[in-house]
């Protein structure tokens, strides 16, 4: 890759976290009544949501932006640290895909659940997406304590890894009122960590390219 095409990989990810609370801050603004305590985030971009509109187009614009770097990121980092790195991104790049092409396809058919066809498939791509964001962290903990100058990152990975399955092991006890604040803590977990390993990555890049990047 050229220099200066790896140095926007970074900038996606970046973006893709902007694009992500701009969806959430305007969709619960064009959606009146809506209770972030209590309602799911896939609420926002229902069928029937006052807010999908504006809800839909930055989520979009987050998914574009998110796969893009995902795949930018497995391009530009295989085999460059570990291979526990190069197939947790991959694994990483395979998640965002599913979650974006999943989600646009398969919006919630109301707020809340509806159980119809479009909204167990909503659930399947929830679970694949939470699984496989699951295996990425735990080989993304992995590479990164293996690799020199890197461990920090490892520390990051299982403490996101922690924090995911707190949340959803919340989801399953706390009352339904609470439910959006224990899914919050999944969500936000996965995009805040997307924005360290971009901003991550651009530190990466910056090295390689001033002690000599030859891929």
Not at 96 to 107: A, L
Not at 108 to 129: N, P, W
Not at 175 to 203: C, D, H, Q
Request: aromatic share 16%; with cysteine; proline share 3%.
């Amino acid at each position: 890759m050229k220099n200066n095409k790896v140095k926007l990989i970074p900038l996606l990810g970046i973006f893709s976290v902007i694009f992500y609370f701009l969806h959430l801050i305007l969709g619960e603004i064009f959606y009146e009544g809506y209770n972030p305590l209590a309602q799911a985030v896939s609420d926002l971009t229902a069928s029937n949501s006052p807010s999908k509109n504006i809800a839909r187009l930055f989520s979009m614009f987050y998914g574009i932006c998110a796969v893009t770097f995902s795949i930018g990121f497995f391009a530009y980092l295989k085999n460059k640290i570990n291979k526990p790195v190069t197939v947790s991104s991959f694994i990483f790049c395979l998640m965002n895909t599913i979650s974006f092409f999943g989600y646009t396809f398969f919006p919630l058919s109301a707020s809340g659940y509806a159980d119809t066809f479009q909204d167990k498939m909503h659930i399947v791509v929830t679970i694949l997406v939470v699984l496989l964001t699951i295996v990425s962290l735990i080989l993304f903990s992995i590479g990164f304590f293996k690799a020199k100058g890197h461990k920090w990152l490892g520390i990051v990975s299982i403490c996101t890894f922690l924090i995911l399955l707190a949340g959803s092991m919340l989801i399953n006890i706390m009352p339904k009122e609470y439910f959006g604040v224990a899914e919050r803590i999944n969500v936000y977990s996965i995009i805040i960590y997307t924005g360290i390993l971009s901003l991550w990555m651009k530190k990466f890049i910056k090295s390689n390219i001033t002690y000599g990047d030859r891929n």
